[in-house]
């Protein structure tokens, strides 16, 4: 199993995007008014991932 690859977020008034720091290239988008997550670029799709900003916590669990 591949190690946890980390993202950072990067916010705006229109959501967040979270971006891995680990070059696999996986990048997500949550929607600042209703939450909806949309998968950007898949990236490495066997590594874990997380990452946090704020209140915000994303896991593998709830973004594959």
Same mark, same amino acid.
């Given at each position: 199993?591949?190690?946890?690859?980390?993202?950072?977020?990067?916010?705006?008034?229109? #959501? +967040? +995007?979270?971006?891995? +720091?680990? #070059?696999?290239?996986?990048?997500?988008?949550?929607?600042?008014?209703?939450?909806? +997550?949309?998968?950007?670029?898949?990236?490495?799709?066997?590594?874990?991932?997380?990452?946090?900003?704020?209140?915000?916590?994303?896991?593998?669990?709830?973004?594959?």
């Amino acid at each position: 199993m591949a190690r946890t690859h980390r993202m950072e977020c990067t916010a705006s008034p229109a #959501g +967040l +995007l979270f971006e891995c +720091l680990d #070059g696999c290239g996986r990048r997500v988008v949550v929607d600042g008014v209703s939450g909806e +997550l949309t998968i950007v670029d898949h990236g490495d799709r066997t590594a874990p991932h997380q990452g946090s900003s704020g209140g915000a916590r994303l896991t593998s669990a709830s973004i594959d």
